[in-house]
């Protein structure tokens, strides 16, 4: 048996993986109890143990520093007397924003905690976007190729557009689709809560949707060579 958890890709999501997993956790039979304390930019995760659990707290304190590691934010866990005290930045103080990669950090720290206190296997599956709806959402749009771009192109609402950074606003890997042409920019949605405006000269590559009647008749042409490729024994 697996336990899974299929919540939104967001910091609602993350937290119910937390709180679900954190009260299994605290109702087994490990000897720990965990806390959790939500602010608006913190969160923090008190783990206190028992006397009989304190032989394993060294290695649980390895292991749970192992997953904070790879993420350069601050992001501490200190090991006290008898419990783990974890203090998790979500939100940038600085850009009050989401910080890149803190959602798969929130994600792979859960896993370590259910790894370390619970005997079911645990696993927690996230949407590409923001949820499993916006996923289907995404499988039922019309394909898209890459075009040319250069400051002449004459964008177009419906046209998806690729950064130079690294990560686009609030940590987003995702491309931007345009829903507004302005004079020195375009205004995209990159499936957040809110749409932002991006600067022509921040735009490194640009898709554009292929015609339905275009798609069916490549997928048709592909159909029809597949049957009437002559099988050579290759």
Not at 4 to 9: D, R
Not at 24 to 39: D, Q
Not at 161 to 175: A, D, H, I, S, W
Request: aromatic share 6%; hydrophobic share 35%; with cysteine.
């Amino acid at each position: 048996m697996q336990l899974v958890s299929i919540m939104n890709h967001d910091l609602q999501g993350a937290r119910f993986d937390l709180d679900i997993f954190s009260s299994l956790i605290n109702h087994g039979e490990n000897k720990v109890h965990i806390e959790n304390t939500y602010e608006k930019h913190r969160w923090t995760v008190h783990i206190r143990y028992t006397h009989m659990e304190l032989t394993h707290q060294q290695s649980h304190f390895g292991a749970v520093t192992k997953a904070l590691k790879a993420h350069e934010m601050s992001d501490v866990c200190i090991q006290l007397k008898d419990s783990l005290l974890i203090t998790l930045e979500v939100i940038d103080p600085r850009t009050n924003t989401l910080p890149p990669n803190r959602l798969e950090l929130l994600r792979l720290l859960t896993l370590t905690l259910t790894t370390l206190y619970l005997k079911i296997p645990v696993n927690i599956h996230k949407s590409q976007h923001k949820d499993w709806n916006e996923d289907l959402k995404h499988t039922k749009q019309p394909g898209y190729e890459l075009v040319p771009w250069n400051r002449d192109s004459q964008l177009k609402t419906g046209d998806r557009v690729y950064l130079k950074m690294t990560t686009g606003p609030e940590g987003t890997t995702r491309p931007g689709t345009v829903i507004k042409v302005m004079e020195k920019g375009v205004l995209c949605d990159f499936g957040l809560k809110t749409p932002y405006a991006i600067p022509f000269v921040q735009i490194r590559a640009l898709e554009r949707p292929i015609p339905k009647e275009q798609t069916s008749l490549s997928k048709a042409v592909g159909k029809t060579s597949k049957r009437n490729a002559p099988n050579l024994g290759l």
